[in-house]
Nanobody, 125 residues
């Protein structure tokens, strides 16, 4: 089973940037779609972005389009989330998750097979 570990979170001011990493164990990482989700205090977890197996296709929730970029390096078993122009509303615990199956950007959370433990992102105003 693939295990996921997120890193790169922290405290940043409004307008700043962070790059999150999601490192995976196992040799089959390239066979998975990878998504980023986030959960703000008192709110349900929500989808942020997803990337296909080869890294050629991505999809974002509207609130992060133009600010966040998801990418992957299958040789390093790692997916990244570059976050620019951060806003206080981006404050949340960020999780990465993997799933098999066909490309479906709006796949529900229950279709994701494994999740990381999360990394905290805090944006101060």
């Amino acid at each position: 089973q693939v295990q996921l570990v997120e890193s790169g979170g922290g405290l940043v001011q409004t307008g700043g940037s962070l790059r999150l990493s999601c490192a995976a164990s196992g040799r089959t990482f390239s066979s998975y779609l990878v998504g980023w989700f986030r959960q703000a205090p008192g709110k349900e977890r929500e989808f942020v972005a997803v990337i296909n197996r080869s890294g050629t296709t991505t999809y974002y929730t509207d609130s992060v389009k133009g600010r966040f970029t998801i990418s992957r390096d299958n040789a390093k078993n790692t997916v990244y989330l570059q976050m620019n122009s951060l806003e206080p509303e981006d404050t949340a615990v960020y999780y990465c998750a993997i799933r098999r199956g066909i490309w479906s950007p709006n796949a529900p959370e229950y279709q994701y097979d494994s999740w990381g433990q999360g990394t905290q992102v805090t944006v101060s105003s």
